[in-house]
């Protein structure tokens, strides 16, 4: 490792001695002098260009909501007990089990959509 190592003060001190120590021999006057490269911002056509490219991009779609065994049974588990309590208890619960897992996959599938 090198004994001289440059500070941040250094670099900054340097820096501003190059600006300052670099000739300014231009026949343009002040106001006509472009900025550094690295300063200039783009025009406003650069903008709108990228703004459009933007917006013609194809958007990503949302996530689909991924639903574990656990939770789907679950949902299944509570519709099911609504029809069969709606029913009052009567129906076959076999058949209650049924549509409720029929209503939840309608649901999960039009949330994938």
Known sequence: ???????????????????VAAPVA???????????????????????????????????????????????HGLIAKVAYGYAERAGFRNNPVEDWLNAEREVDARLERLAS
């Open 26 to 72: 231009s026949a343009q006057p002040e106001s006509a002098v472009s900025a550094p490269a690295a300063v200039e911002r783009p025009s406003a056509a650069v903008k709108l260009a990228a703004e459009r490219a933007s917006a013609d991009a194809p958007k990503a779609a949302p996530p689909r909501p991924r639903v574990s065994r656990e939770e789907r």
């Open 1 to 19: 490792m090198s004994s001289k190592r440059k500070t941040p003060a250094r670099t900054k001190t340097t820096r501003a001695q190059s600006l």
